[in-house]
């Protein structure tokens, strides 16, 4: 009996247990959009980084929806082709932030690094999203287990979208 309490209180409390499909005022919140190959990093209500990023070189390859962060990683290890974290062939680089997209568990698709810095920007990936180096290490030390990230192809900018999903205040202000 014991167990099974503590499960349900492990699941209730975990940091990567789904509590919504929008995101808190205030909680960290990814949005990525395919449409122009950026992305932005929304935290205490505003957006506080944009990045240029690369996307799956089919439309369909990188999944839309909403999804969480359920991995990370330092110096991830490339399964596809056995290249050991660290390595500079690693087309991972060296930071992996794994999200749920697909009924993955986090090591499918992700937000990472690359070895090939000109390849930002273009549609090439196998279906995760790709940053500058500098970019994603600086994100990986933001985001916590349990971030929501949004994958769109629209036009909508990108505080529309914050504003639709409840990641800013909706709120005008007065000057």
Known sequence: ?????????????????????????????????????????????????????STGKEPELTPEGKFTVVVKAKNPYYRRKDIQGGDPENPLGT??????????????????????????????TEGCVRFHSEAIEWLYDQVPLGTRVLVVKTTKSFEELARQEGAISTEILSP
Request: hydrophobic letters at 40%; charged letters at 20%.
């Open 1 to 53: 009996m014991n167990v099974i309490f503590s499960l349900l209180l492990l699941s209730v409390f975990s940091p990567i247990w789904p509590l919504g499909t929008n995101p808190v005022l205030g909680d960290p919140f990814i949005i990525i959009n395919k449409e122009n190959n950026k992305a932005v990093f929304i935290n205490e209500g505003k957006i506080q980084s944009e990045f240029h990023i």
């Open 95 to 124: 930071r992996w932030i794994g999200f749920d997209a697909r009924e993955t568990d986090g090591r499918i698709y992700g937000l990472h690094g690359t070895n090939n810095e000109r390849s930002i920007g273009k549609y090439v």
